[in-house]
């Protein structure tokens, strides 16, 4: 099957042709021909498989038939919610590409840098906005953009906006919409949580799942080294060293732990650089892309880095220490192997991360293979150290960045809202029930729950064809 057996216009497949797209993949072929009858889609595909051009290339084909009876400013008419800055940058990307021949305008908008700058360019009216949450409601609580004419919603990764405490957030911007609107959900995976959203926001909605929940790409290599806490770094290097990587991706628990590895990777010589939730959005922006232009060979990050990166062709992904949250783990390695292309992914393992990694192969429904590199064996002396929540007791990385006890891994510090406290971007924190993630400029429902290693916690689309 062809992309011209789809329904999109000359002027879309025009630009999907020139970003190299040849055949779309399956869930793209599922997909497209849903949203273009105009039905609610909840669709759930591996990541790497190309969700992104699954909502945005029919979302465009729409939007561009009835393009010209709106004069003057143009209303919002299609609205895409996503978790992260950086997954919201990259559909932006994607949708300028793919509207290229269209007289379609989009904007992306998120927390983290000025407000003043999204609010002059949303005066001259955009067809499509991209947007998390929080800088969402701000910009629309200083009414600076108009929510009630969207046509289109779409929920990308929604199952990550729910871990992240969006919940609160998405029923606000639900009330700003109009009634009669057709709904998209993509994700990765759908939970029962997902699903209980779906029930309440979809209309007789399609179906589309090309993937069991929770697995990892076949395209990916998978293995286990052991190694004691105290080498990790070591062996690290060594690989990345007489393995010639020019180009990897670690990941690591905390902040703290992210900013000190690339530390003393860079004293090994290897060129790396951190990211993660207290660095500024310049910050992360640089980051990515110099390691996406070769000039950084690694880039350290924590989980916020798990769904939003698009790398093209990335060939390493490295777990310098297990997630404790099984589902991350399939999200972290597929960072690679996406889009056709395959990748390794590397698991460094201690003896406090046993029950981690057995809580992962649970998930997996199989054993990762295990390598081991002479001279790195683990010491059988060594007892575990307790993991709660991702701190450890000494040397665990816990430090600054680690969730405090009994909160969930990845959330936001909790506490009492600061009474008539700005927020960013000068707007009120007058909506109940939030607090301010220190350093992501993004404003997260104050919920924090106990964690544990079984508990539920995708990836946009694939870099090839997304």
Excluded at 86 to 113: C, D, H, P, W
Excluded at 114 to 138: E, F, H, Y
Excluded at 256 to 276: F, M, P, S, Y
Excluded at 294 to 300: A, E, H, M, P
Aim: charged residues 25%; contains cysteine.
């Amino acid at each position: 099957m062809s992309f011209d057996s789809l329904g999109l216009s000359a002027e879309i497949l025009r630009a999907v042709e020139e970003q190299g797209y040849r055949e779309p993949t399956p869930i793209q072929r599922q997909a497209i021909p849903v949203v273009l009858q105009g039905r609610d889609l909840m669709a759930s595909a591996q990541t790497g498989t190309g969700k992104t051009a699954g909502f945005t290339l029919p979302l465009l084909n729409m939007l561009s038939h009835t393009n010209a009876q709106f004069k003057g400013r143009r209303p919002v008419r299609a609205l895409i919610l996503t978790p992260t800055r950086e997954l919201a940058a990259q559909i932006g990307e994607n949708v300028q590409a793919y509207s290229k021949y269209l007289t379609l305008r989009s904007m992306v908008v998120f927390g983290g840098v000025s407000i003043n700058p999204q609010m002059l360019k949303l005066r001259g009216g955009v067809d499509v906005l991209i947007a998390t949450p929080g800088r969402l409601l701000d910009l629309e609580h200083q009414r600076a953009v108009d929510l009630s004419q969207v046509e289109i919603l779409v929920l990308d990764e929604a199952d990550r906006m729910l871990d992240m405490g969006f919940i609160h957030d998405i029923r606000r911007v639900l009330a700003k919409l109009p009634a009669k609107r057709q709904n998209l959900l993509f994700s990765a995976t759908f939970s029962d949580e997902i699903k209980g959203l779906a029930s309440k926001l979809l209309t007789n909605p399609a179906s589309v799942e090309v993937a069991r929940r929770n697995t990892a790409s076949e395209q990916i290599d998978q293995t286990v080294h052991f190694v004691d806490k105290k080498r990790k770094r070591e062996l690290l290097s060594q690989m990345i060293g007489e393995g010639d990587w020019k180009q990897v991706l670690v990941f690591n628990r905390t902040k703290h732990g992210a900013n000190h590895l690339a530390e003393q990777l860079n004293k090994d010589g290897i060129t790396a650089a951190a990211i993660h939730g207290n660095k500024s959005q310049g910050a992360r922006t640089r980051a990515l892309a110099d390691f996406k232009a070769g000039s950084v060979r690694v880039l350290v990050a924590t989980d916020i880095a798990a769904r939003g990166l698009d790398i093209d062709m990335l060939p390493h992904v490295v777990n310098y220490e297990l997630p404790n949250v099984p589902e991350d783990y399939v999200h972290r390695i597929g960072r690679t192997g996406r889009a056709e292309a395959t990748g390794e992914a590397v698991s460094l393992v201690c003896v406090d991360e046993h029950k981690l990694l057995r809580d992962i192969e649970r998930l997996l429904k199989r054993e990762i293979p295990r390598v081991a590199l002479p001279g790195y064996e683990p010491d059988p002396s060594i007892k575990a150290e307790p993991i709660i929540n991702g701190r450890q007791g000494s040397g665990g990385g816990g430090g600054r960045g680690a969730p405090r006890q009994g909160q969930r891994p990845g959330a936001p510090r909790t506490g009492a809202p600061r009474s008539g406290a700005p927020r960013p971007g000068g707007s009120s924190a007058a909506r109940s029930g939030t607090s301010e993630n220190r350093g992501t400029g993004e404003n997260r429902p104050a919920r924090a729950r106990p964690a544990h290693a079984g508990q539920r916690r995708s990836g946009p689309a694939g870099s090839g064809n997304k």
